[in-house]
């Protein structure tokens, strides 16, 4: 019997499939494993390498080492900062209870919601204007904009702003781990 050789591999959001194909030239499909089980096997392994602790302390490191030059910037490595909190919380929560430790991804970062404007509108981030704006705008901005009682221009609103530099943030923090 021949040996089968790996012509393509498909990575969809649900599983991983491998196409090989025959000698005879029968392709023969076969799914291998799921992601999640994927993912789970990839991420119990690197907490066994090091202490999740010791890989948000040196994430948070990393994040406190980035130069923001901008109050935009500032205010965006802030929501990673809290990201990361958030994430540390639920790593202690689930280590008391005796869980496994959640793979750090956007889908544990967005703890139930299904995006990021749903985690803002959902109220998980700042919920008032004028926090939003104290966190993301330049002084001038602030005055321009009442301190953030008027919208920041006119097809956005503090929360859709809010929710841009939040998944900005997601992909700032995913880069430093």
């Given amino acids: ?44 392994a690197a907490k066994l390498s090091s202490s999740w602790r010791d890989e948000v302390n040196q994430i948070r490191t990393r994040l406190n080492s980035l130069r923001a030059r901008s109050c935009w910037d500032r205010g965006v490595n802030g929501f990673a900062l809290d990201l990361l909190d958030s994430y540390e919380e639920i790593c202690e929560y689930c280590e008391n209870e005796g869980e496994p430790i959640p793979e750090l991804c956007e889908k544990t970062l967005l703890n139930g919601a299904t995006n990021w404007d749903s985690y803002c509108y959902g109220g998980l981030a700042l919920i008032y204007d004028e926090d939003i704006a104290k966190a993301l705008c330049t002084p001038s901005e602030l005055k321009r904009t009442n301190y953030g009682r008027n919208d920041p221009n006119p097809r956005e609103t503090w929360m859709d702003v809010q929710a841009r530099a939040y998944f900005q943030a997601y992909r700032r923090l ?3 781990a």
């Fill in 1 to 44: 019997m021949g040996a089968f050789f790996a012509l393509n591999i498909w990575k969809t959001c649900d599983c991983v499939v491998c196409l090989y194909k025959a000698k005879g030239n029968s392709p023969l499909i076969k799914n291998f494993t799921t992601m999640s089980q994927t993912e789970n096997i990839a991420a119990s």
């Fill in 174 to 176: 995913i880069n430093c």
